[in-house]
């Protein structure tokens, strides 16, 4: 099936540990974002690249590295677990006009312990 | 303030029903706006784009967007009970269009 998946689909782990979400695309999209969503629903962007360069990179704390090995992959790696980084997160990718649609995968739900 | 505020609901209407959904926002250089509808436990799928001002309509679903208010609407007719789910609205401006900003949701349930 053509979309966009996440791997694991549920990670629960302790704080202080160091942790990684992984992300693929095979719809031919060159651009892919990371969102978080907290308990609120609240679906805000963390990152975003296009073909593998960074382009948005809002307000997220350096804990939060992302990877674009090539333009069908992001990951999401996370140093150093807080309680507060539990929430939903989302991968998302589109064509590469900016208006274009954006396709989330199915989220990872992380509870920091 | 928030950029986008949206009622959490959750709103609860009997099948068949006319659902209005809305959204009101602070930016004045959004010119893109989305309504996107979100299933428990799964990923968030477009429903309805429009650019700048005006309607669109997309079967059972209608978008308004009334920039000079700075307010955004979608109304279901004829609800089914697998309309029921979060209902999230969503905008970006021409200048940052990828960067899309999210309201909080407002979450739906059709009773049969």
């Known amino acids: 099936d053509t979309a966009v998946s996440q791997t694991p689909k549920y990670l629960v782990t302790q704080m202080g540990n160091d942790k990684s979400i992984k992300c693929e695309q095979n719809?031919?999209?060159?651009?892919m974002y990371w969102y978080k969503q907290d308990s609120k629903k609240f679906l805000k962007i963390m990152f975003s690249y296009n073909n593998k360069e960074l382009i948005i990179n809002e307000t997220v704390p350096n804990r939060f590295s992302p990877k674009s090995p090539d333009k069908a992959h992001l990951n999401l790696h996370i140093n150093s677990l807080e309680l507060g980084d539990s929430a939903v997160y989302f991968c998302?990718?589109?064509?590469?006009?900016?208006?274009?649609?954006?396709?989330f995968g199915p989220g990872t739900r992380l509870t920091v312990l | 303030q928030k950029e986008v505020e949206q009622d959490p609901g959750p709103l609860s209407v009997p099948e068949g029903a006319i659902v209005s959904l809305n959204c009101t926002y602070s930016n004045s250089a959004f010119q893109y706006f989305m309504w996107y509808r979100q299933y428990s436990r799964k990923g968030p799928e477009l429903l309805m784009y429009t650019y700048s001002s005006g309607n669109k309509e997309d079967g059972r679903f209608t978008a308004q967007v009334d920039k000079s208010s700075k307010y955004i609407s979608l109304f279901i007719r004829d609800s089914q009970p697998s309309d029921s789910a979060t209902y999230l609205c969503a905008m970006s401006s021409y200048s940052s269009a990828s960067k899309i900003i999210f309201g909080s949701g407002t979450r739906l349930s059709i009773r049969p």
């Open positions: 719809l031919g999209h060159d651009t």
């Open positions: 998302a990718s589109s064509q590469v006009d900016p208006t274009d649609t954006q396709y």
